[in-house]
């Protein structure tokens, strides 16, 4: 699966077929040679390369191969795995506070958050890729009690999907 946002998704589309990357063979189950009868997947050989450096890859589209090259870039992670080095946003309205989703929001769960961290968050951490640039997956952490919002206590670590009809793409949109 190729991330919306890579600069690969450019290149490969859906139902080519990764022949080969830097010049290197890649086998039906997307690994290469490694070392005598040792085999790794090909993201292997993609972490060989430098931030910013053009990966060569031969696909095969619609029978016929060809082949073009692909800046290397990281992905931007849908859930960060750091936040320390960007200020704390958070948006409050009626008492009822959002956040963007990261890691360390849910490493508040203690030592275990993999397993404490409410699952359906953890999931979509761990798993769901970005679909488009400055995506995030903003989130109703809990609510402050106030008459404004009576009856709303009990929501909390709940993903936003839509506000007024209108899919939420991240917090500035919201």
């Not at 290397?72 to 008492?95: C, K, Q, W």
């Not at 990261?102 to 490493?107: A, F, T």
Request: charged share 20%.
């Amino acid at each position: 699966t190729v991330q919306a946002t890579s600069a690969a998704a450019e290149v490969i589309r859906p139902g080519d077929v990764l022949l080969r990357f830097g010049g290197v063979p890649i086998a039906n189950d997307g690994t290469v040679h490694l070392r005598q009868r040792e085999r790794i997947y090909f993201n292997y050989l993609i972490t060989l390369q430098p931030t910013g450096a053009s990966g060569h890859v031969t696909l095969l589209r619609n029978g016929s191969q060809c082949e073009h090259n692909v800046d290397l870039h990281p992905n931007e992670m849908l859930v960060p795995v750091h936040t320390y080095d960007r200020l704390p946003s958070y948006y409050i309205f009626a008492g009822l506070v959002f956040v963007p989703l990261s890691q360390p929001y849910l490493h508040e769960y203690g030592d275990d958050w993999t397993n404490t961290s409410p699952r359906r968050l953890y999931d979509k951490a761990m798993h769901k890729m970005m679909k488009r640039p400055a995506e995030q997956i903003v989130v109703l952490t809990q609510v402050l009690s106030d008459d404004v919002n009576a009856g709303y206590q009990l929501f909390q670590n709940l993903q936003v999907v839509r506000v007024n009809g209108d899919e939420v793409l991240n917090l500035a949109h919201f």
